[in-house]
């Protein structure tokens, strides 16, 4: 085929049986569906986003990322609120409404889709909008609302459809008592008390966040501690202020059940004959990959055990003409690792060099307090090395950890044992997505630890957390290596 597609940038209304040619098709417009067509398409390609719903943004967007971080932001505020008592008697007024606590998301969401419209149109890249279904490994078939059928062939397929929350057996989720991630922001009310499954990231962003609202939190996970690739420094870290705040972790303990009583409560049952009773429940029980209807057999995919598509360190699949990214092939499931898997993906494909930087991807946990870390941990550095050196800085101990009352914060550094090379920067406290990209930076430009005493920071700061940190691994350097 050698029809050219066609000039407009947006596509609904095509005709049965069309047939349209492009170099890459991108299926999900998330973050790795946009990074990956702009990347193919500034590379010279056409390039094509084949969307299911109206908006542009996926579950990022428009029921995750976004309005879980818009109801942080009220969620600190009504914390540091609470703690200045003393100034102004605060409280929450009862059978609040949920979405006045998530204000101005429309107008942010709104904003992100224009924003995000203009940049694919002025990268020429065309967005379909319908039902995707593959036919073959190079044809693809797309149904519209209307229900016409327009079929397109392309030489590369990049899949970036995306996630959906798992549901397991034995927790009958109703999205009006028992949620999944995607539903619980669309509770009516703020609850009294909520029971929440699980202990990765979206469990633990979101129990924190509704226990600063004065929500009566229990975390409960088969697991000793949440957030288990993390070190346990800074885990413990997190569940202390979890704790302080008002909230419960139960650890070690296996949901044989939950249910809704039919009325006002919901009753979670462990195996152990532990019983929680709550208002709400959330169960966060992992993810898997939005594929049930593109018919990837057709292609010559199929999904693995985890439900996921696998892909090699290119983030090829097995068919050498189709390439996935983003949360459709597990974790770590964060919109920045999303957004540098699709370009990566594309680059790939394209026998385009991707550059070193992707080996320093920084992870975030928009939990409160945050939590953030960019490179090896240090358990992944000595079971990787043997013998490093760690430094540590407690955010009570910097001037401005003390004028922004952060009390469980902390910053850390891992190096080799000679304590020069940065091997990886791990934070947790208020402001910990933000000054992980110090430590990047550091990582990626492959600077010694002693740039970080050698740069002058900004007096207070949370930033000089790195200086202090720093000092911490020259005070244990072998001594002739030692000049400070």
């Excluded at 609302?145 to 079929?151: A, D, E, L, M």
């Excluded at 029980?285 to 985890?306: P, T």
């Excluded at 026998?351 to 939990?367: C, D, Q, R």
Aim: charged share 25%; hydrophobic share 40%; net charge negative.
């Amino acid at each position: 085929m050698s029809i050219a597609p066609p000039n407009t940038t947006e596509r609904d209304d095509t005709s049965a049986c069309d047939n349209f040619v492009y170099d890459t098709i991108v299926i999900g417009s998330g973050p790795a569906g946009q990074k990956a067509a702009i990347q193919a398409s500034k590379a010279g390609n056409r390039v094509a986003i084949i969307e299911k719903s109206r908006d542009l943004g996926g579950s990022c967007v428009h029921r995750g990322t976004i309005p879980s971080k818009t109801l942080r932001e009220n969620a600190l505020r009504v914390k540091n609120m609470r703690m200045n008592a003393a100034m102004s008697n605060f409280k929450l007024a009862e059978d609040i409404e949920l979405n006045t606590l998530i204000d101005r998301l429309d107008e942010v969401l709104k904003a992100h889709d224009r924003y995000m419209r203009k940049q694919i149109e002025r990268c020429n890249v065309t967005v379909i909008h319908g039902r995707a279904k593959f036919q073959s490994n190079t044809e693809i078939e797309v149904v519209n609302v209307k229900g016409q059928v327009t079929r397109f062939q392309t030489k590369y397929f990049i899949i970036a459809t995306g996630s959906s929350p798992r549901a397991p057996d034995n927790i009958p989720i109703d999205h009006e008592s028992l949620f999944d991630s995607d539903s619980l922001l669309s509770m009516m009310y703020l609850p009294n008390s909520l029971t929440v499954l699980g202990g990765g990231v979206i469990a633990s962003e979101y129990a924190s966040i509704f226990q600063a609202l004065d929500v009566k939190v229990t975390m409960i996970d088969k697991y000793p501690q949440p957030l288990g690739f993390l070190d346990q420094d800074l885990t413990k870290k997190f569940i202390h202020s979890f704790e302080k705040m008002g909230g419960t972790w139960m650890g070690n303990r296996t949901v044989v059940s939950a249910h809704w009583n039919g009325f006002d409560e919901v009753t979670t049952v462990c195996e152990d004959g532990t019983e929680v009773k709550s208002e709400k429940l959330l169960c966060a029980a992992g993810r898997f990959a939005n594929v049930k209807d593109l018919s990837i057999e057709n292609a010559g995919l199929e999904i693995s055990d985890r439900g996921l598509i696998s892909v090699d360190e290119n983030l090829r699949t097995k068919v050498p003409n189709i390439y996935a990214a983003g949360d459709v092939i597990g974790p770590p499931s964060l919109a920045s690792a999303s957004m540098e898997q699709g370009r990566r993906a594309s680059c790939n494909a394209l026998n385009i060099p991707v550059g070193k930087a992707h080996n320093h991807i920084p992870s975030g946990i928009y939990s409160i307090p945050e939590l953030s870390s960019v490179g090896l941990s240090e358990s992944q550095a000595r079971e990787k090395f043997g013998d490093i050196l760690v430094g540590i800085s407690h955010f009570e101990e910097i001037a401005r950890g003390q004028i922004s009352g952060i009390q469980d914060g902390m910053l850390k550094i891992v190096c080799d044992a000679q304590g020069m090379k940065i091997l990886g920067v791990m934070i947790v406290g208020e402001g910990a997505t933000e000054l992980i990209h110090i430590g990047q930076m550091a990582l990626i430009a492959d600077s010694n630890v002693d740039i970080f005493i050698e740069s002058i920071f900004n007096f207070p700061t949370l930033a000089e957390a790195y200086r202090v940190a720093a000092l911490d691994i020259v005070e244990q350097r072998p001594a002739d290596d030692s000049s400070y």
